[in-house]
């Protein structure tokens, strides 16, 4: 088991339960593999530094999490291929 | 400002001039662990148009230039950070 980080921007035009909702099925993926949430952080609509894909804001959360690589793999794929999502990133946080 | 005689020929390396105070000043505590959500404490290391200072300008060991550098550049990617910093008004 490794500790990560997840930090995920889902659009902006989505309605924040939603995205709170979408933030709860993250969780749910990582409980499902036998990983351990041990942190949500939810900052809810933030500007960003730069346009991304016309956007101007979006919608941070943060979750900090206890899984296998293979989790990780599996997050970072399905992350990808959301469409809600507008960008994720899995940092190590022990190593 | 600081002035040496300038008899050689050879240039002037602005870094080793002792006198001359050019250190952002910020002490990282021995297990402090440098976060890329933390922009506050990473704008401090960056110019006004986004670029990373560069270590003469910070003063940082190399482990913690390392690390800032690193930390700017995850923060960027999720547009915490600007790459460039948009047009003057």
Known sequence: ?95 | MAQRSNTSRRKRRPDTNPRKKRRIVYKFKEDEIVDYKDIALLRKFMSDRGKIRSRRVTGLTPRRQREIAIAIKNAREMALLPYTAQRRS
Request: aromatic residues 10%.
């Open chain 1, 1 to 95: 088991m490794r500790s990560y980080e997840l930090m995920v921007i889902h659009r902006y035009d989505m309605a924040e339960p939603d995205v709170r909702a979408a933030v709860e099925e993250v969780e749910k993926a990582i409980t499902d593999r036998d990983g351990v949430v041990k942190d949500t952080d939810f900052w809810g609509k933030r500007r960003f530094a730069y346009d991304i894909e016309h956007m101007t804001e979006g919608y941070y959360s943060v979750i900090i999490f206890d899984g296998d690589v293979e989790l990780q793999n599996v997050l970072d794929r399905s992350l990808a291929l959301l469409d809600s999502v507008v960008r994720h990133k899995i940092i190590r946080k022990d190593a």
